[in-house]
């Protein structure tokens, strides 16, 4: 089972932009379409963004769509770096990476996650 170590997370602004990164060790993220997810308090994770396994098609819920987010992978360094913008309440949670889970299972142990607080 791979690891995963994700950073970046703080708190910002609202409307300010913040670019998290994942990096795995112990399983190549190439071999797996991978997703982002949150947790916001009292809630159950869900996937926010999922990148195909070649970085090659994106899928991003709806919220982070009209902030117009991106994510792209570097699998020379196995790490995943999400960069979301325009960053409203809504998008406080913790953040975790994983393989997308609808593609068969997380392939990966979670790891901490990172922090992100969104300040009016």
């Known amino acids: 089972q791979g690891q995963l170590d994700e950073s970046g997370g703080g708190l910002v602004q609202a409307g300010s932009s913040l670019r998290l990164s994942c990096a795995a060790s112990g399983r190549n993220i190439s071999d797996y379409n991978m997703a982002w997810y949150r947790q916001a308090p009292g809630k159950e994770r869900e996937i926010v963004v999922s990148i195909s396994w070649s970085g090659a098609n994106t899928n991003y819920a709806t919220y982070l769509v009209k902030h117009s987010s991106t994510i792209i992978r570097d699998n020379a360094k196995n790490t995943l770096y999400p960069q979301m913008n325009s960053l409203e309440a809504e998008g406080a949670a913790m953040y975790y990476c994983?393989?997308?889970?609808?593609?068969?299972?997380?392939?990966?142990?979670w790891g901490p996650g990172t922090q992100v607080t969104v300040s009016s």
């Open positions: 994983n393989a997308d889970y609808r593609s068969g299972r997380y392939y990966f142990n």
